[in-house]
């Protein structure tokens, strides 16, 4: 079973940066792609970026391309995410996922595991 858990939420002014962290505990077979999404109270989850383990190959939304950026270390089952250059808008809950099957999907459905969830919230 695999299990997932965000860190590195909190509180950052305009233009600051922050790094979440999710960590895969209970792994027992293999995932092929792991993501991070976003989500504000009375909205749809929104993709933010997402990482092949494989190959390393990465995909961004348009709205953090060129600000953040997903990493991963397999040997400590960890996947990041460097968020830069942060505005009020990226303030959300901030949501990582894994799927054995799917390969960059931005569709949330498609994530089968999920974790918890950490806040961003960014002041103006």
């Known amino acids: 079973q695999v299990q997932l858990g965000e860190s590195g939420g909190g509180l950052v002014q305009a233009g600051g940066s922050l790094r979440l962290s999710c960590a895969d505990s209970?792994?027992?077979?293999?995932?092929?792609?792991m993501g991070w999404f976003r989500q504000v109270p009375g909205k749809q989850r929104e993709f933010v970026a997402t990482?092949?383990?494989?190959?390393?190959?990465?995909r961004y939304s348009e709205s953090v391309m060129g600000r953040f950026a997903i990493s991963k270390d397999n040997d400590k089952k960890t996947m990041y995410l460097q968020m830069n250059r942060l505005t009020p808008e990226d303030t959300a809950v901030y949501y990582c996922?894994?799927?054995?099957?799917?390969?960059?999907?931005?569709?949330?459905?498609?994530?089968?595991?999920w974790g918890q969830g950490t806040q961003v919230t960014v002041a103006s």
């Open positions: 996922a894994a799927d054995r099957r799917t390969l960059h999907s931005i569709d949330p459905r498609a994530y089968e595991y």
């Open positions: 209970g792994r027992t077979f293999s995932i092929n792609s």
């Open positions: 990482i092949v383990l494989s190959s390393g190959s990465t």
